[in-house]
């Protein structure tokens, strides 16, 4: 049977804490909540087998936070009549009463792992089992610092599997030197984005500097960006025309000098054939625009 009971929160075992992850803005405004309108949802909760005193806390554990933030002693728990590892892959076949991070679920999935099969797993949450073995891939891939900063809601799940974890896998020492300035300095996921992006062609020494200050870099790329911004405007549509038709050039060049080798005697003759479409495709605009230019000059004269 399950039923709805208010418990003192010192009865909680929150066992799976460290799996959770935190994020202040949320947990402040659930704060706020609870302080005018009570707490609404009840958290889910299973008898501990090691003390018949006590629950294990499965689900709700940001409720919990706010509920000690705010000095209460007691909690409205949905008991569950299972037992641990039931109520975890019930949660996560039902979805709790926040939505699952997918580090969240890696992390669970892979506590469940040791002592269930991942076809068991699979079938109790609903999921195949090429899902169930791929997601713990995500807690892999990040070193334990890296780990625990995306637990405690100093760095996001998205800038730790799309940045800090592809960098850590090519530069641990980077990654690591990266994520303290993080800590200190927060940056954007769009400015992590660009960070990323220019890491990726920078040089061994640029690379360096960049995850040594990169609040100095950010800097230098948007003076940078807004010189050339700047260029153009003062070059006005006349500039840009040029620039662009110098870029045409310089591509026509690169592509003039591979067509030896692209189009060689033993290359396949289908492959020659996707090559030569490709040219057509490219070179339509050119005759328009050739075309557009010989009317303007008719209609001049």
């Given at each position: 049977?399950e039923?709805?009971?208010?418990?003192?929160?010192?009865?909680l075992?929150?066992r799976?804490a460290?799996?959770?992850?935190r994020?202040?803005?949320?947990?402040?405004?659930?704060?706020t909540?609870?302080e005018q309108q009570?707490?609404?949802?009840a958290?889910v909760?299973?008898?501990?087998p090691?003390?018949?005193?006590?629950w294990?806390?499965?689900?709700?554990?940001?409720?919990?936070d706010a509920?000690?933030?705010?000095g209460?002693d007691?909690?409205?728990?949905h008991?569950w009549?299972?037992?641990?590892?039931?109520?975890l892959?019930g949660?996560?076949?039902?979805?709790p009463?926040r939505?699952w991070?997918?580090?969240?679920?890696?992390?669970?999935?892979?506590?469940?792992?040791?002592?269930?099969?991942?076809?068991?797993?699979?079938?109790?949450?609903?999921?195949?089992?090429?899902?169930v073995s791929?997601?713990?891939?995500?807690?892999?891939a990040?070193?334990?610092?890296l780990?625990d900063q995306v637990?405690?809601?100093r760095?996001?799940v998205?800038?730790?599997t799309?940045?800090?974890a592809?960098l850590?896998?090519a530069?641990?020492?980077?990654?690591?030197?990266l994520?303290k300035h993080i800590?200190?300095?927060p940056?954007s996921?769009?400015a992590?984005?660009?960070?990323?992006?220019q890491?990726?062609?920078?040089?061994g020494?640029q690379?360096?500097?960049?995850?040594?200050?990169?609040?100095?870099?950010?800097?230098?790329?948007?003076?940078?960006?807004?010189h050339v911004?700047?260029?153009?405007?003062?070059?006005?549509?006349e500039?840009?025309?040029?620039?662009?038709?110098?870029?045409?050039?310089?591509?026509?060049?690169?592509?003039?000098?591979q067509?030896?080798?692209?189009?060689?005697?033993?290359?396949?003759?289908?492959?020659?054939?996707r090559?030569?479409q490709?040219?057509?495709?490219?070179?339509?605009?050119f005759?328009?625009?050739?075309?557009?230019l010989?009317?303007?000059d008719?209609h001049?004269q």
């Amino acid at each position: 049977m399950e039923n709805i009971l208010p418990l003192d929160l010192h009865a909680l075992v929150p066992r799976f804490a460290a799996l959770r992850l935190r994020d202040a803005a949320r947990l402040g405004q659930l704060v706020t909540s609870i302080e005018q309108q009570g707490q609404l949802t009840a958290v889910v909760v299973v008898p501990d087998p090691d003390n018949t005193q006590r629950w294990v806390l499965i689900d709700g554990y940001r409720r919990l936070d706010a509920l000690q933030h705010l000095g209460r002693d007691r909690i409205q728990a949905h008991v569950w009549e299972r037992s641990v590892d039931e109520a975890l892959l019930g949660c996560l076949a039902r979805g709790p009463d926040r939505g699952w991070e997918a580090i969240e679920e890696a992390a669970l999935i892979e506590e469940l792992a040791g002592r269930h099969s991942q076809q068991v797993i699979a079938r109790k949450i609903g999921r195949d089992v090429s899902w169930v073995s791929r997601r713990p891939g995500l807690i892999k891939a990040l070193p334990e610092d890296l780990l625990d900063q995306v637990r405690q809601g100093r760095v996001s799940v998205w800038a730790a599997t799309r940045v800090l974890a592809p960098l850590a896998r090519a530069n641990s020492d980077h990654a690591r030197t990266l994520l303290k300035h993080i800590e200190q300095q927060p940056l954007s996921t769009r400015a992590l984005k660009r960070l990323f992006e220019q890491y990726r062609k920078a040089t061994g020494i640029q690379r360096q500097r960049l995850v040594e200050n990169p609040a100095l870099f950010l800097q230098a790329l948007d003076s940078r960006e807004q010189h050339v911004t700047d260029k153009r405007l003062a070059d006005g549509p006349e500039g840009a025309w040029r620039q662009d038709l110098a870029v045409i050039r310089e591509i026509a060049t690169r592509l003039l000098a591979q067509v030896p080798t692209l189009f060689a005697a033993q290359q396949d003759p289908l492959e020659c054939k996707r090559l030569r479409q490709s040219f057509a495709a490219a070179k339509t605009p050119f005759e328009r625009l050739e075309q557009a230019l010989v009317e303007v000059d008719d209609h001049d004269q």
